[in-house]
């Protein structure tokens, strides 16, 4: 089944300790992104990447990183997580043509205490 | 740079009447736009995109949008509302010929009522 996973679903930490969160695509997409999902605020792009090895800022990158070593895998990392970085994050892909709908992860709950 | 104005928090409809989610757009140049669908614990769907063409598009689920160029809106219809209907609708844009950027709005809470 065509699909993007994240893991994990549900994630609590504590202020400062570092985490990752994975996501794996299987359909060859070339285009990949994360996005932060908050009340009133809609969808925020953090991070998007074209291709392998090919990485850019979105909207709202400030406290993350991310990587692309593999076309398949686009990890989010948070160095030092703080509680404004509680929110529900999304990672999406896509063919990489500009009108090809984005396919969806099912999201990661991250609370930040 | 470009952006999406989803006017309303909540609509709520009757099952069986049509519902309306209003989207306007702000982009420089010709827009590609989306509808997405997200039901709770669950990653967007996307449900139909205008390109080019028929200003009237449909896509899944039933469901419609019509392409308003003077009016630059892009609301998302469906004749009848059924109470699985019930979700949050995200209205998105991207630049034609500009960055690689999909805008979305806010999202509206549809509520069908039984």
């Known amino acids: 089944e065509a699909q993007v996973t994240q893991n994990p679903r549900y994630l609590i930490t504590v202020t400062g300790k570092k985490l990752t969160v994975t996501c794996s695509q299987n359909m060859n997409h070339e285009y990949m992104s994360w996005y932060r999902q908050d009340p009133g605020l809609g969808l925020r792009q953090i991070y998007y990447?074209?291709?392998?090895?090919?990485?850019d800022k979105g909207d709202v990158p400030e406290g993350y990183k991310v990587s692309r070593k593999e076309k398949r895998n686009f990890p989010l990392i948070l160095e030092s997580p703080s509680p404004n970085q509680t929110s529900l994050y999304f990672c999406a892909s896509s063919p990489g043509e500009p009108n090809s709908p984005l396919h969806f992860g099912n999201g990661t709950r991250l609370t930040v205490t | 740079a470009q952006s999406v104005a989803q006017p309303e928090d909540q609509v709520n409809v009757a099952e069986g009447n049509p519902l309306t989610v209003k989207c306007t757009y702000s982009v420089s140049g010709n827009p590609y736009l989306f509808w997405y669908v997200q039901y709770p614990n669950r990653g967007l769907q996307f449900l139909l995109k205008?390109?080019?063409?028929?200003?009237l598009v449909k896509g899944s689920y039933g469901f419609e949008a019509e392409f308003n160029k003077s009016q630059t809106s892009f609301h998302l219809k469906k004749p009848s509302a059924l109470v699985s209907d019930s979700a949050l609708y995200f209205c998105?844009?991207?630049?034609?010929?500009?960055?690689?950027?999909?805008?979305f709005g806010k999202g509206n809470q549809v509520v069908v009522i039984p």
């Open positions: 990447s074209m291709n392998v090895e090919v990485t």
């Open positions: 205008y390109i080019t063409g028929d200003n």
């Open positions: 998105a844009v991207k630049e034609r010929w500009g960055n690689n950027r999909l805008a």
